[in-house]
Every structure is written in structure tokens, then in C-alpha cells.
């Protein structure tokens, strides 16, 4: 592109960035990131190579460019929070995660439904059910929907902990705002009632209805 005199703009930076992290390729998303700047380096450049580390569990280079881009002066956002704060619970450190959710005050912002994904991604690595829940139901309390992918990751992690009472909670709940969820985690959960005799926690015609 240079070598024809055209001029990438902030645009096509953070499109090669944003490709090459989804790729997993961050040594060369970083090169591109380091070579932008002559050019401005945008908020949504830092937010995209954050989101790439933390992915990567490399939340020491996550943390790197964060402090990199608070020392540019760039406006932190819960994008650039949710990143760091899901890199740390993938990590299994999650009081980390915790002091930097309540560091959100700070900037007045508002933890959201990532914000809440990503700590229970971290409880549920430590197949810790009941600080799950809890979290579970201070993200109700807060008005944030739950999507497919929390509730699939609430019901698996309560099928593995033989807690088939939440499992068939959250998949009530689940049912309830019109969402399934994927047919191997139905048949580990309807498979773990019934050897442990717990079937009767599930009503009979909703068996029915999602064995169909």
C-alpha cells in the first residue's frame, strides 16, 4: 500500500489489527499497532490488541497496552475493563478481576452483561457453583440479560458439579426467554437427573418437549 503512495488510514489499521487477533496472531498485530502510531492511534486500536492478549491468556501484554494507552491520555471505556477483567478470570485471578471491577467506579462506569460473563467464566474454571449463582443473580439485579452463551455456561458448569437443582433452574429461566440450549449439554443434564434420581426436578412434559 505505501510502496503505491497510498496512506493507510486509522480505518485499515485497526482492520488488519482486529484480523490478525482473531487470527491469534499477535505478534504481528503488535507490529502493525507500533507502526500506526505515526499515524493516530484511536481508543478502539488499544481496545482491539487488549481484547487480542486477553484472548491469547496473556494478560501481562494486555495490561502493557492498557497503561500504554492511559499514559496517551485515551478514554478508557467498560470495552477496554471487560477485556482485562475476562483475561484475568481466564487466568484463575480472580480477585484481581474483582478489584478491577470495582475500580469501574472510578471512571463512572457501569459493569454490564460482559462485565458479569467474564466473572463467571472465572467461577465457573473453579467449578465454584455457589459464588456462580450469587454472581448470576447480582447480574439480574443489575438489569442485565443473560445470553445463550451464560446460560449454557451456567448450566454446564452446575451439570459438573452434580448441582442438577441449579442446572434445571437456569434452564427453566433459559426456556423461559426462548432460548435452548445445544443438544449435548440437554442430554448430559437430562442423563444426570436421572442417575441421581432427580428427575422429578424437571416437569415431565418439558422432558418431552426438548427430548423431541
Not at 149 to 154: D, G
Amino acid at each position: 500500500m505505501l510502496g503505491k503512495g497510498l496512506e493507510p488510514n486509522v480505518i485499515t489499521f485497526n482492520t488488519l489489527i482486529h484480523q490478525f487477533c482473531m487470527e491469534r496472531k499477535m505478534h504481528e498485530a503488535n507490529q502493525i499497532f507500533h507502526e500506526m502510531k505515526v499515524a493516530k492511534v484511536s481508543p478502539i486500536t488499544f481496545n482491539t490488541l487488549i481484547a487480542g492478549y486477553c484472548r491469547e491468556n496473556n494478560g501481562e501484554m494486555g495490561f502493557r497496552v492498557y497503561e500504554e494507552m492511559v499514559k496517551n491520555g485515551m478514554e478508557v471505556d467498560i470495552l477496554t475493563y471487560n477485556s482485562l477483567i475476562l483475561g484475568l478470570c481466564n487466568e484463575g485471578k480472580m480477585r484481581k478481576a474483582v478489584h478491577l471491577v470495582r475500580e469501574l467506579d472510578r471512571g463512572n462506569l457501569v459493569p454490564n452483561a460482559s462485565t458479569y460473563f467474564a466473572l463467571i467464566t472465572g467461577q465457573c474454571k473453579k467449578q465454584n457453583s455457589e459464588r456462580v449463582l450469587e454472581i448470576y443473580k447480582v447480574m439480574k439485579m443489575s438489569g442485565c440479560r443473560p445470553n445463550a452463551e451464560t446460560f449454557n455456561l451456567l448450566i454446564s458448569t452446575f451439570v459438573k458439579n452434580k448441582d442438577f437443582k441449579g442446572a434445571a433452574e437456569v434452564l427453566k429461566e433459559m426456556l423461559e426467554r426462548w432460548m435452548v440450549p445445544g443438544k449435548v449439554l440437554l442430554t448430559e443434564l437430562f442423563d444426570g437427573l436421572h442417575l441421581s434420581g432427580k428427575r422429578h426436578l424437571m416437569e415431565e412434559g418439558l422432558f418431552q418437549e426438548l427430548s423431541e
